[in-house]
């Protein structure tokens, strides 16, 4: 079943979304041509953040699906539920994100089963049809139906792989910790930190990511820099910073 599902109605406020390189031309590109996306990248680097924001500035409806090794087709595309007497038909995020023209994001998809894959195979060339196996049924994607996929390819122990034939379907867009000036400026408009402060996060962070040698299997993402700063400016003493 579905751990997470999350469901964003574009929201009247623009996220907040900086971006650290040629990736809101890119999504524009793929956008108008119809393509799946692939968003490769360590955790807490802003993929979220930046579905979020181009689902606002395309204005259509963000679907998110969490994926976790239970994660199945059935969960994507739906299943009958018997409700009283009857067995009825409910579609899945997918199903409806085909149907409706939203924009699905599948978090972390490398983590669901192997049966997500091939759901969403036909989906993912110039077809845009999603089968449904368990109706018979064909549906045609609407126009605006966009699916968009992250995963973590190896930077961290744990993360499981996708098959090169799979990412080969996708246009893809690495994303990483910004350089110190961006990560310092996304500290201070996420958090209201003061420059100062959030300059000595970022220094701490980087000196952190180049630990290599420790071999850490968690590194110091944005999101724990900004976490660090919303600790700071609540009041937290901030020691050895
Ligand atoms: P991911 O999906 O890659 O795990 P998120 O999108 O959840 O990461 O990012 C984690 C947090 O880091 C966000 O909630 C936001 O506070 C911050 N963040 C990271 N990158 C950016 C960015 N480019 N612009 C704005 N905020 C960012």
Known sequence: MLQVLAMTDNAPSVPYYKAT???????EKVMSN????????PTGTGKS???EY????????????????????????GR?????????????????AVKKGYILYLDEVAEARPDVVVAIHSLTDHRRELYID??????KAHNDFMLIAS?????????????????QRFVALSFNYPDPKVETEIL??????????????????????????????????????????????????????
């Open 54 to 77: 181009v689902a606002h500035q395309a204005g259509l409806k963000l679907l998110t699906v969490s994926c976790h090794e239970e994660t199945s087709s059935t969960d994507l595309i």
């Open 34 to 41: 119809k393509l799946p996306l692939l968003l490769k990248g």
């Open 151 to 167: 995963f973590n390819p190896g930077y961290q122990k744990g993360f499981k792989e996708l098959k090169p034939s799979t990412r």
């Open 188 to 241: 201070m408009n996420e958090t209201g930190v003061d420059e100062d402060t959030a300059k000595k996060l970022v220094n701490i962070g980087n000196k952190i990511r180049n630990l290599k040698e420790l071999g850490l299997t968690e590194t110091a993402s944005t999101r724990l820099l900004v976490d660090a700063a919303k600790l700071i400016c609540s009041g937290l003493p901030k020691a050895g910073c």
């Open 80 to 96: 009958y539920i018997i409700k009283g007497s009857e067995t009825v038909w409910i579609d899945g995020p997918l199903t409806t």
């Open 134 to 139: 368990k109706l018979g049924e064909t549906i």
């Open 21 to 27: 390189g040629k990736e809101l031309e890119v999504f």
């Open 49 to 51: 953040r930046f579905v």
